[in-house]
């Protein structure tokens, strides 16, 4: 069974909604609200789905989407479209007219969290993709191997949706076979394939820079999901640096 999403809501209408969602398993509400404050929340929370009404207390949803579009792990986002208000400018994973009925609500909530990476994270995918490729050359994963394209591309997508690492077999592996058009079980076997090669054979200087006091050579080469996470954590740090800098 796929781990629950982490849902906020950011609504006037946030504590209807939250028991709506509370009875429904493929979720988890990690809070909610209409204002300022509870956007803030959201943001220091890190949802992996955002729920975003176009009207906000204090504070518009357009803002929202603009601040939320200059991080490195932005939510997935189902924008609440009131009819008086315009289109945002960044793009939403998905859009719903409100007030609509709870069934439609939902149909259009579990579009948005099937997403498998957030819209507002498209801007800088080639950036995270460039940064992946960066890393592995300091790993000296060797490039004839298949599995450093789908290291790069898992950590890439890892490192705007920390969601996709709740399950690498059901989430993650078939996100790559997809851009990689090969299967999930190839992915697995090659990206373990490289991970060996670089703990053995690639370089000592870049796995001690970037693993720091987790190589130990007693405990042997890390897992799958020890080494993309690490890759992506990195993404994410340099990432939020150059968004900075902007």
């Not at 997809?178 to 054979?201: F, N």
Request: proline content about 8%.
């Amino acid at each position: 069974m796929l781990t629950p999403a982490r849902l906020y809501i950011a609504s006037p209408d946030a504590a209807r909604l939250e028991r709506m969602f509370s009875f429904d398993s493929r979720f988890l509400v990690v809070g909610g609200g209409g204002d300022r404050q509870a956007v803030l929340e959201a943001l220091r929370l890190c949802p992996d789905l955002l729920i975003l009404d176009s009207v906000l207390s204090g504070m518009d949803g357009r803002e929202v989407l603009s601040a939320l579009s200059a991080t490195p792990a932005p939510p997935r986002v189902l924008w609440l479209a009131r009819t008086a208000f315009s289109p945002p400018e960044h793009t939403p994973d998905e859009t719903c007219p409100y007030p609509c009925e709870d069934k439609i609500l939902l149909e259009t909530v579990l579009k948005a969290a099937e997403r498998p990476l957030p819209a507002l994270a498209r801007p800088w995918e080639e950036q995270r993709l460039a940064l992946a490729e960066s890393l592995l050359r300091r790993l000296a994963v060797p490039p004839r191997l298949k599995g450093r394209r789908y290291m790069g591309v898992a950590a890439a997508a890892l490192a705007c949706s920390p969601a996709l690492g709740a399950s690498y077999r059901e989430r993650l592996y078939p996100y790559v076979a997809g851009q990689c058009a090969t299967t999930p079980q190839a992915v697995e076997r090659a990206i373990r394939t490289a991970v060996e090669s670089a703990w053995l054979q690639g370089s000592l200087e870049g796995i001690q820079a970037l693993f720091g006091l987790t190589v130990d050579a007693d405990k042997g080469k890390p897992t799958n999901a020890e080494f993309l996470s690490m890759l992506a954590q990195h993404i994410r740090e340099e990432l939020a640096r150059e968004m900075r800098g902007k």
